[in-house]
């Protein structure tokens, strides 16, 4: 599967944003997909996932992001979408979706086999 993260750009403080994470290939429904950001310099930084047949969601715990982020995902659409609410100056960074096929929704990295290309997003007041 191919993936796609499109969305990012130049956003203001207290905006929502919206992104999206479209695959391409046969069976999307099939793969769990998540969502990470990066800052220069970081590691990858897990964000929310979503099971192969879009259930319960998982998010990250870390209070930067807790509440303020939403994932859904429409597999008649080949998409995932992360919603990201009430934006923060340190909500700018490069946004990943990534996707692992028959997996659980997991939050490390290593457990993803495919991986988008980026969408960055700054915010600015």
């Known amino acids: 599967v191919q993936l796609q993260a499109s969305g990012g750009g130049l956003v203001q403080t207290e905006d929502s944003q919206r992104l999206s994470c479209t695959a391409s290939?046969?069976?999307?429904?099939?793969?769990?997909v998540a969502w990470f950001r990066q800052y220069p310099g970081k590691e990858r930084e897990f964000l929310a996932a979503?099971?192969?047949?879009?259930?319960?969601?998982?998010?990250s715990n870390s209070p930067s992001v807790k509440g303020r982020i939403t994932i859904s995902r429409d597999n008649t659409k080949n998409r995932v979408i992360l919603e990201i609410s009430r934006l923060r100056h340190e909500d700018t960074a490069v946004y990943y979706c990534?996707?692992?096929?028959?997996?659980?929704?997991?939050?490390?990295?290593?457990?993803?086999?495919?991986w988008g290309q980026g969408t960055e997003v700054t915010v600015s007041s």
């Open positions: 990534a996707a692992m096929r028959d997996g659980p929704a997991t939050l490390s990295v290593n457990d993803y086999d495919y």
């Open positions: 979503i099971t192969l047949r879009g259930g319960s969601p998982y998010y």
């Open positions: 290939g046969h069976a999307f429904s099939a793969y769990a």
